[in-house]
């Protein structure tokens, strides 16, 4: 049986206070991909994109997907663009069950902009078009990476991980799961 949990989705979808609250239910542990990219680098997301570019970044994306693919019992919080590396996803589904986190743009805008975090990607003038185009560009990679699918955007922390607990242990009583 998967011992893990990935979740995926946009920024702003509410991978990390979900997956915090979902990690203390399972008694799982609470890993996110972009601290260990930011251990590894030692410098913040912003100054690697600056000075390396998107590219750097999704290299150490990917070194640390391969670490964090081995280890077990974990609720990994995947940036949003892990599914951008195919191999990042084949390594993930090794031992985790992938759980995509959706929202409406105008939901996640609303949360990226009350958010402390800065997103490279998003540091443009006309936030909701890019938020727009850029899961335009994913969705269907978003989609074919899941095994189970939840909108969070009416949902708080504790009921989303409650609908999470509740696919993972097999019962799909709203949210989608794939055959
Ligand atoms: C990114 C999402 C961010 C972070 C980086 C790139 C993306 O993580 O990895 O800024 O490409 O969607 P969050 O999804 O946790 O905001």
């Known amino acids: 049986?998967?011992?893990?949990?990935?979740?995926?989705?946009?920024?702003?979808?509410?991978?990390?206070?979900?997956?915090?609250?979902?990690?203390?239910?399972?008694?799982?542990?609470?890993?996110?991909?972009?601290?260990?990219?930011?251990?590894?680098?030692k410098r913040p997301i912003p100054q690697?994109?600056?000075?390396?570019?998107?590219?750097?970044?999704?290299?150490?994306?990917?070194?640390?997907?391969?670490?964090?693919?081995?280890?077990?019992?974990?609720?990994?919080?995947?940036?949003?663009?892990?599914?951008?590396?195919?191999?990042?996803?084949?390594?993930?589904?090794?031992k985790a069950k992938i759980v995509l986190l959706t929202a409406s743009p105008e939901t996640i805008l609303r949360r990226v902009k009350n958010d402390s975090s800065e997103r490279p990607l998003l540091n443009v003038p006309n936030q909701l078009e890019r938020i727009k185009e850029l899961l335009a560009a994913r969705e269907s990679s978003y989609k074919e990476s899941a095994d189970f699918e939840v909108d969070t955007s009416y949902l708080d922390k504790n009921e989303a991980a409650d609908r999470i607990s509740h696919m993972l242990r097999g019962n799909c009583p709203s949210g989608s799961q794939k055959p």
């Not at 991978?15 to 915090?20: A, C």
């Not at 994306?61 to 609720?75: F, L, P, T, W, Y």
Request: glycine share 10%; with cysteine.
């Open 48 to 94: 690697i994109f600056r000075e390396g570019g998107e590219s750097r970044f999704r290299e150490l994306e990917m070194e640390v997907v391969k670490q964090v693919s081995e280890e077990d019992n974990v609720v990994i919080d995947c940036g949003g663009g892990v599914v951008l590396n195919r191999v990042n996803i084949q390594r993930l589904r090794n």
């Open 1 to 41: 049986m998967k011992r893990n949990v990935a979740l995926i989705g946009f920024m702003g979808v509410g991978k990390t206070t979900i997956g915090e609250a979902l990690a203390s239910r399972l008694k799982k542990r609470f890993v996110r991909t972009d601290d260990l990219i930011v251990e590894l680098a």
